[in-house]
């Protein structure tokens, strides 16, 4: 695609990916999210190696369940990167299970529904405090946070002064604290 990440319609291409396995629409998607989210995994502890599996995996997942997106309750960088920190949670309990040799003999543990349960509600909360910010805040907290840009690559990118970008950040987190409190 030849438009600036801003002007690019990323729900107009997960719909392409849904309703026609649209693979140039995915090859733009993979494009820019795949990078996005390794570094993302990488910069929330995972090795590079876990980080490129962990994003394929999210990228295949983007593929096969595109038909679950739902433009209403989230944008396509707050779909993705939730998948991608879903798919850590799961690496980071995977790492923490025994290997079948030094398993102890009784009664397996269950898996500890409860904080899988109050991750995804968490997850839905954000999205939607996410939903409710101003679009130009919204867009300039999935790139900070989600895109791993920083202030000033943002000015940069969108022409905006650097004060400003810092002035619609900090608005933007402090009203998704309010609604997460």
Known sequence: MQASD???????????????????????????????????????????????????DVMATLWHKAHLFDPSRASVATWIFTIARNRRIDALRKA?????????????????????????????RLGAALAQLPDKQRALIERAYFGDLSHGELAAETGLPLGTIKSRIRLALEKLRQQMS
């Open 96 to 124: 923490r299970r025994p290997e079948p040799e030094e398993l102890d003999w009784g009664p397996e543990a269950e898996p500890d529904g409860a904080d899988l349960f109050e991750s995804r509600q968490e997850t839905t």
């Open 6 to 56: 801003d002007m690019t319609d990323w729900a107009g291409l997960m719909a392409r990916v849904r309703d026609h396995q649209d693979r140039a629409a995915f090859a733009a998607l993979f494009r820019h999210f795949a990078p996005r989210v390794k570094s993302f995994l990488m910069k929330s502890g995972a090795d590079a190696t876990l980080a490129e599996e962990c994003a394929q």
